[in-house]
Every structure is written in C-alpha cells, then in structure tokens.
C-alpha cells in the first residue's frame, strides 16, 4: 500500500473544525442524523464487510449501530466533543472492536485499508474535494465500497436552499466557505479515481430555518412517506441530498 504525504493543516480545517467542536450545532441536526443512519445502514446490509472507517463519524449515530462481534471500526472526526460522544454510544461489549480517532482526516496515518467506508457531510468542507476522494481510495480495498453523501446544490430545493442561507447569512457571517456541487461534478470527481456507483438514494429535508428543534417525528414522517426506502426512492427529482453506495475498480492505482 502506497501512504500518501501528510498534509498539513489549513486555516479553513480550523474554522471548520471550531464549528463542530459545538456538538449542539450537530445534533440539532437530529432529523437528518436519522435519516443518514437509516439509509447507511440498509447499504451496509448488502455488502460484506469486517473493517469500517467512518470519516467525520459525529456522535457515532451513523457507525455505531453497524457494530458486532464479526466486524471493526475506526471512528474518525476532528472534533474532540464529537469523538467523546462517539465513544460513550460504543457498547461495551464491543469496544475491543472499535478505534476512536480525535484526529483530521487528511493529516492522519493508517495501517490498514477497510472494505467499507463511510463519508457523510465531509465532502462540502474539504480543501481539495479530488485529495480527499483519492485518500479514501488508497483506503479502501479493491472491490470495497464506499458511501458517499453530498448536497447538489444545483437543482431546484438545492438553489432555494442556497437563497434562504444566503439571506440569513446577512446577519451571520458564514466562518467558512463550503463546497458547491452539482451530481455531474460528484459522477466526474469519482470516476476519475476509478469509483462507480453501485446504487444512490435522493431526499430532501424541507428548506425551513430551526427544522432541526421543531416537529422533528412530523417531518420524519413525511420525508420517508415521501422519499420511500433505499429500494423504493420514490420522487427523486427533488432530492438534493445523495447518500451513494460506491465500488472500488479491481484495477485501482495502488
């Protein structure tokens, strides 16, 4: 296995992970956490897997529950706040299986690839979105698979989104810039490290200030009345949120 040079930190990784050390910030998010977990958990349903890597793991609500006594994982984030809730959700019985790592993605070492990786929110704050995708493709074994979230900015709720941020950021400054993708930038992004997509589930979560605080279990219900399941993704022209399974080449550059 060829490592790739370490990084060093960049400013915006700073103000980027100052922002997550605020772990309300995140699990205000709650109606979206359990949406992700739920897709991510039927995707892992369908491969073969004994090692995980969760990349910007949160809380630990998306991995944790993808645990046994057959597999391992490696949680990962850069805030120490999110790392200590992470741990505290591992099962006891499990620990031995699970590595907790307060560390950036980009600048840390590993020993070992993984057949399944899981990298949800982390692609829209990354400096260089092709080093990361590259990374996490020198990790992950060939014919190991990949689940890949993303917001597409560019259709028709992805704009709307993007006018009520930018009215609300009038009175509060974003601290950083985020990424802006469009699917067709995401599809060119992983083919080019030899990733295709084995399957892509499309939601929404309605574009409207404090949903995170307010009739979380209604809006709960209505996203999945109205998105389906993974095997039933109903009304995906307006989802600008992808959760995508993905598959590494046999032929990948080592």
């Known amino acids: 296995m060829t490592s ?8 915006k990784s700073a103000s980027v992970k ?17 949406v992700r977990a739920e897709i991510v958990k039927s995707y892992a349903s369908q491969v073969n897997f004994h090692s995980v890597l969760d990349i910007g793991c949160g809380d630990g609500s998306i991995s944790v529950p993808l645990l046994n006594s057959r597999n391992r994982a490696t949680l990962l984030d850069f805030s120490a706040s999110m790392t200590s809730l992470a741990r505290s959700r591992v099962p006891a ?15 840390a070492s590993f020993s070992q690839r993984f057949d399944l990786i899981v990298c949800l ?27 890949l979230e993303f917001t597409d900015a560019y259709n028709f709720l992805g704009r709307l989104g ?18 802006l993708f469009s699917f067709d930038r995401v599809a060119q992004l992983v083919a080019a490290h030899d990733l295709r997509f084995v399957s892509q589930y499309r939601y929404a ?19 999945r009345i109205m998105y389906g399941e993974c095997d039933d993704n109903r009304n995906t022209w307006l989802g600008n949120e992808y959760i995508c399974m993905l598959t590494r080449g046999l032929g990948a550059p080592e």
Not at 4 to 11: N, Q, T
Not at 18 to 34: G, H, K, M, P
Not at 93 to 107: K, P, Q, Y
Not at 205 to 223: C, E, M, S
């Open 4 to 11: 790739l040079p370490v990084a060093p930190a960049s400013p």
């Open 18 to 34: 100052a922002v997550f050390e605020d772990s309300q910030r995140y699990l205000n998010r709650r109606l979206d956490i359990t």
């Open 93 to 107: 019985e499990l620990a031995g299986h699970v590595d907790v790592r307060n560390e950036d993605f980009m600048t």
């Open 121 to 147: 929110g982390v692609l829209a704050h990354a400096d260089s979105p092709d080093q990361l995708i590259g990374k996490i493709v020198s990790l992950l074994v060939p014919g190991g698979h990949l689940i």
């Open 162 to 179: 993007r006018i009520i941020r930018a009215v609300h950021e009038l009175a509060a400054p974003p601290r950083f810039s985020v990424n």
């Open 205 to 223: 979560l309605p574009p409207i200030p404090g949903l995170g605080t307010i009739k979380r279990d209604a809006f709960y219900r209505f996203v």
